[in-house]
């Protein structure tokens, strides 16, 4: 129950941002930059955040993670309105993980005496919660052409994950000082919804494939 108004809840917010991002994107896909083009920005905001992080400028980490965050979304939207590839959606989905792991390897740099135990069991949370949604994702074999032809906003768990992990190191730059709390929070949470997804795998895989 909680999760399910989660995932409504997030999706509210994507399809409000995505209203009111569409028409900068259409200018964006006017003047010929490539989603891949901005999917690379977004990676070199997060390296610069990680650099800020390490220096203990939370302010200017932030203000990259936004920074980031806004690429991710434009990236979707400006492959939708031209053309979503096998290579898009591997180098977008690769971006956003490597991000995330530079703004928590920023925050140990910054601390390590206080955040690298923290840091690092977000970290491995992050990754299995990874590993089984993109597992699925590849037993399931998802068409990525019908992408191309759906109107429907990326609101699956891919997105939802992250939604909350952004969240999580908005957090964590605004509110160093708790860190630790933060990153064991979100952490067990991308655990929970790690075993919410291998379940719904299970019934989709092997209990619907019995019936």
Known sequence: MFFSKFQTY????????????????????KHNITANAITFCGLIFAVLGLNFLALEYYVLAFLTLILNRICDILDGMCARLKKITPFGIFFDISADYISFALYLWGFTLANPENNDKAGIFMLVCLIISAVVLLSYALISKQDYKKLNQSSIKMCLWGNIQNFDTFIALALMCLFNAYFMQIAAFFGLLSIGKSLIIASRAYYALEINTES
């Open 10 to 29: 997030t999706c509210k917010i994507a399809n409000y941002v995505y209203h009111h991002a569409q028409n900068f994107a259409k200018f964006v896909v």
